[in-house]
């Protein structure tokens, strides 16, 4: 199992329960890098964090060190806290927030502003079992502009893939 293939699960499973997007690799509406943003009819927005191993996961709460770091995954956590805890959010906080894991137990370890979904090997494929229900953060609702916005993203990335399998992508 690897985070892109895990990435693409996601997204089935969540188009298959009726959210209307599903976006892989986003910063937009996420304070970092969210693995899947999806929106739901009623336009809430979950972010799915994907750990496939213990360390990722304890990882992901450590405040960063060296001459490269970035304080945005800290942030993030503190905000979503804050929300959880009813403090005015940003527009960038979702009303959601999960983490995914596939063969790792968290169960002592998700916060109480998370939720978590198992993924679990079937003989018929993967299922997703929720462990943890997410908390509402808050109940503002994007709009549509965004939607379309978060539609143009996955364009631009489904023209360039197909651009750059035909060899007319620059990467330069």
Not at 10 to 36: C, F, G, T, W
Not at 52 to 78: C, I, M, Q, V
Request: proline share 4%; net charge positive; glycine share 4%.
């Amino acid at each position: 199992m690897n985070e892109r293939y895990a990435q693409g699960l996601l997204m089935e499973e969540m188009l298959r329960r009726k959210h209307v997007i599903a976006v892989p690799n986003s910063r937009y509406l996420s304070l970092s890098e969210a693995d899947v943003l999806t929106v739901t009819p009623a336009r809430l927005v979950n972010e799915f964090e994907i750990k496939l191993s213990r360390a990722d996961f304890l990882a992901e709460f450590r405040t960063p060190t060296g001459k490269h770091r970035s304080y945005r995954k800290t942030h993030k956590h503190r905000a979503l806290k804050w929300a959880y805890d009813g403090s005015p959010i940003s527009r960038h906080t979702p009303n959601y927030y999960w983490f995914v894991t596939y063969e790792v137990d968290i169960a002592d370890d998700v916060p109480e502003y998370a939720g978590w979904l198992e993924m679990v090997k079937t003989r018929k494929g993967y299922d997703f079992n929720q462990r943890v229900a997410a908390p509402r953060l808050h109940t503002v609702s994007i709009d549509e502009k965004d939607i379309l916005k978060m539609a143009r993203i996955l364009s631009y990335r489904v023209m360039t893939d197909y651009k750059r399998k035909q060899g007319k992508v620059d990467n330069g």
